[in-house]
């Protein structure tokens, strides 16, 4: 057994570096994507060593592993130093020494470990991230990139729907029909075994999938027109109000930014008039939504956000600066939770973690640690607007519209819930922003710290001359 186990090791290796030295680290991050999210700890997961491993946590290393070796082999192009890079690294910094200087190894019962959730939420990303950014990009690398988003969006909306009308029967992974594994059963929450993180791929592979449209022939577009009602039913299964609106924006974006003229206008004032007209008409069914649980239950989960923005706020303002340690909230909250000086009840929030990732952070990081959150956040947004609606070609332009997409679209989720604790949680936003961080450098779209002049902005008549 061991040689055979030996050998099977060596093939691998030997395949492993062929791919990682030829492969297309795009497609890479996007498996990755796949992988953490759909064949994660869940799915499978292994000891080696005293070790626990899972797929996901192979592949994060085999992708940083590729990225290593086509940067040595001169394959990927590592950009210049950005503002954007100086925020990040700030905010990076102050997450590093809050996590460190607090007492990260006595944990709460019921807690995930500070340490697990730095990797897990944040450098896990930042190395999707890093990828993203210093990848080589053209027109047929992003439209392999939109093809495979639509085809895992598809996987994702199907799954949804079966989860919506019950036949659990027919999904896959089969723990997606295991009532004990995640969080809000009952709701379309596909492989991520909860709505929110769930809807946040949706919403981003719908808009995707809508982009695609505009870089296929005429007989593709119907096909992939009909792809859309399928997106729709499985954000209407999440019975997430924030899915909800993620997805409306995902749409209005799309609209705003790839439509010109009349069928704009026409689209986005009905859009608009109908969403309004839905919100007025059935304002208390959708504030008494009733999912997993009973209609009481959800407007139990409504009032308790008044609590926890309380409960937060007070946290704030007695450590303004630095706040109370990262992933320290659901301990350091308790003293709070006696304050009678309020008509809240706040105990209701005990045993919960954030249920906000603004005040999340605020709280955890204080002003030091949100700022440069919050500016980290705006400049992915300001990159990707401008490239959006920059002279840059199409296929980069549409990777711009799909920045703006999934900002807000996250942006939606981090009012409603903290998106920061699992590895797919915000490993797409990672990624999106890494690529339109690219794309901005590449077209003369930002600022940067060096002496190598950016490349100049696209010009279609010299293009054409060319």
Known sequence: MPVIIAIFALVGLVWGTILASRGNLLLACVGLLVITSTFGVYFLQFDVGGITLSLDRL??????????????????????????DTVMSVFFGVLFFNTFSHDFRNIAPGSVPPVQHLINGYLIPLAIYIVARNIKYDEKQVDWFLIAMTLFGVYLAVTGILEGLGLYGFVFPRYIADPKVGLHFGRARGPMVQSISYGVYLCGCLLATC?????????????????????????????????????????????????????RTVLLTGMVA??????????????????????????????MRASFTYVSWEMFLDRPLLGHGFSQFKKAKLPYLADRNVDLVLESIRDYDHHNTFLSVLSDLGLLGFIPFISMYGLWLRNAWRQARSNSPPWAKAIGTLGVGVVLTAFCQMVGHEITFMPYEQSLIFLIAGMNAALAYDFGLVSHNSSIAPPQAWNPQAAARG
Do not use: H
């Open 59 to 84: 592949g994060i290393v085999g992708l940083v592993g590729a990225f290593v070796l086509q940067w040595k082999l001169g394959k990927v192009e590592v950009r210049p130093w950005m503002t954007l």
């Open 211 to 263: 982009l695609l449209w505009y870089r296929t022939s005429s007989k593709m577009r119907w096909l992939i027109l009909g792809l859309v009602p399928l997106f729709l039913a499985a954000i209407f299964f999440t019975k997430t109000r924030t899915v909800w609106m993620g997805g409306g924006l995902s749409l209005l974006v799309g609209v705003f930014l790839t439509m010109q003229g009349k069928a």
């Open 274 to 303: 109908c969403a309004l007209l839905v919100l007025v008409a059935k304002s208390d069914a959708i504030m008494g939504l009733k999912r997993e649980g009973s209609a009481e239950d959800t407007k139990r989960s409504v009032s």
